[in-house]
Each structure stands twice: as structure tokens, then as C-alpha cells.
């Protein structure tokens, strides 16, 4: 298992990447597996059929909340979906155009934020646990490199949105 302050090192670097200008992927449900076309630019290109297989078992470890478990990694992600990792690889740089960890980033913090959003009442500390994150300051990294803000004060912009009536 790794330790608090290795993932607290990768949440840093994470957040300069994302800071940097690195693309995520798209938004919404289908936001783990959803695909864009691009063209190959030097790797093999997977099949059509390849990439809805890819696709379709990613959807499923997202609706199962696989990205909960904080220790995943491309090679346990893998080995999980039982893709192999050059295939997998290939299908975060192609069709998604970014990186496994910037995807798994975009994941949580999505998750994190619907459920800011469904449960108000929760406290970043089961928030940041529930959604992957190792620690409650990763969570709060990823909100400040994202939202300018804190977790706190994104839920407070949120709440007078909603009285506002968007």
C-alpha cells in the first residue's frame, strides 16, 4: 500500500500537470470510457471492436466504483479490466487524449463533486475517502488546481447558485 506522503507527492505533481494546461477527459456519465477520434500518430491503432471492449469494461469499473479504491494503478487498472497495458495505453493517448492518472483525477473529482452535491451534509473527510483520494489535502489540491477554490467554498458557490436559481 502506499504511503500518505508518496500519494500526496503524485497528487502535487498532478496538480501542476492539470495547472500546466494538461487535457482531461470529457465530462458527464460516460466520462470514464467516452471516446473521441483522432488520428494514429505512430502507435498501432486498436480496432473499432477493441475500443467499444475497452470502453465498455471501463463504464463498468466506474459504475462499480472501482476508482474508489485508492491504491489503483494502470497496471492494477489493467489487470482489472483485463486489457493489457500496452491496449490500454494506447486507448488513454488516442481516444482520450491524456494520461491514466489525469483521467483517474477527473473521475474522482467528478465523483467528488456529484456527491458535494447530493450530500451536503458530508464532510470532505468521507468525501475524499468515498472518491479515491488518499488524504482530505489531495482532495483540496485537485479543487484548487481545478476550481480556483476550495472544496468548501466551491460547495458554498454551489448552494447560493441554487438559491439564485442558476
Not at 505533481?13 to 494538461?22: D, F, Q, V
Not at 459504475?63 to 497496471?75: E, H, L, P, T
Request: charged residues 25%; proline residues 4%.
Amino acid at each position: 500500500m502506499p504511503s500518505e506522503e508518496l500519494l500526496d507527492s503524485e497528487g502535487e505533481e498532478l496538480a501542476e500537470e492539470l495547472e500546466a494546461g494538461a487535457s482531461l477527459p470529457p465530462s458527464g456519465a460516460s466520462a470514464c470510457a467516452e471516446a473521441s477520434t483522432v488520428s494514429p500518430s505512430g502507435r498501432s491503432a486498436l480496432s473499432e471492436e477493441r475500443i467499444a471492449l475497452i470502453q465498455e469494461r471501463i463504464d463498468s469499473w466506474c459504475v462499480q466504483r472501482g476508482y474508489k479504491d485508492y491504491s489503483i494503478n494502470f497496471m492494477t487498472l489493467s489487470r482489472s479490466l483485463s486489457i493489457s497495458k500496452a491496449d490500454l495505453a494506447v486507448y488513454f493517448s488516442q481516444r482520450l487524449h491524456t494520461t491514466f492518472r489525469v483521467w483517474l483525477s477527473d473521475i474522482r473529482f467528478r465523483a467528488a463533486q456529484s456527491m458535494m452535491l447530493e450530500h451536503p451534509h458530508y464532510s470532505n473527510d468521507v468525501i475524499s475517502a468515498e472518491c479515491g483520494f488518499s488524504s482530505r489535502t489531495q482532495l483540496y489540491r485537485i479543487f484548487k488546481a481545478k476550481e480556483g477554490c476550495t472544496p468548501t467554498a466551491w460547495r458554498e458557490r454551489q448552494s447560493q447558485q441554487d438559491l439564485l436559481g442558476r
